[in-house]
């Protein structure tokens, strides 16, 4: 059974800081790998996808890794603003169907 | 050009009685998912389904809870009798075919009183 964990649960750093968030997956059996912000009471809003046959994808100052060997992804996010606060989830989605299955999430605060 | 929507965002019921969530996909979208958002809990599969068929529903109670994704309309994931413990947030996700990215709707927030 696929499981995914993300560390740290919780995170707060200063404005313009430079950091990175930790997704692990135990089966590397995967189709592909999404990050998402999810904004207090809101929706998931798509960051990054990565195909398994890729090492990463960038999109304005976040990059995301992926290492499908290990199971392990990063979310690399630079120049941290306020704005950045919000949980952020780690999905991989599974070969052997289409669910995507979670992480807990990273809650991200970036105090000005 | 819109993305996935649900309706109603916020839904209250008593203990007992039915709630209806519709999900309308992206437009051109075959493929829904709905998962489920526990309070303090991460978000857990439910059901996928394409246009008529429930492809996978695994993740779906086994009692009071159905999906549908008729050919002309949204999707509709429907809770009978409801239960203080189905208290929760519920997405809506939509994809083309492939092993594509699955793109979410805002949620429609369920309060069972």
């Keep these: ?112 | 050009n819109a993305g996935v929507m649900q309706n109603p965002r916020h839904l209250v019921r008593r203990r007992g009685q039915e709630a209806r969530l519709r999900c309308s996909p992206v437009k051109g979208h075959s493929h829904v998912y709905w998962y489920r958002q526990l309070p303090e809990e991460g978000l857990k599969f439910m059901v996928y389904l394409q246009k008529e068929n429930i492809i996978d529903e695994s993740g779906m109670p086994k009692e009071r809870f159905s999906a549908e994704f008729p050919k002309e309309g949204p999707s509709i994931l429907r809770i009978q009798q409801v239960v203080r413990g189905d208290s929760a947030a519920y997405f809506c996700a939509s994809s083309p075919p492939g092993a594509a990215a699955q793109y979410f709707g805002p949620g429609t927030r369920l309060t069972v009183t």
């Design chain 1, 1 to 112: 059974k696929q499981e995914v964990t993300q560390i740290p649960a919780a995170l707060s750093v200063p404005e313009g800081e430079n950091l990175v968030l930790n997704c692990s997956f135990t089966d590397s059996a995967i189709y592909n790998l999404q990050w998402f912000r999810q904004d207090p009471g809101k929706g998931l809003t798509s960051l990054l996808l990565i195909q398994s046959s890729q090492r990463e994808q960038t999109s304005g100052r976040l990059n995301a890794s992926l290492d499908k060997s290990s199971g392990r992804s990063t979310l690399y996010i630079a120049a941290s603003q306020p704005g950045d606060s919000a949980t952020y989830l780690c999905a991989v989605l599974e070969t052997s169907g289409s669910r995507l299955t979670f992480g807990e999430g990273t809650q991200l605060t970036v105090n000005p």
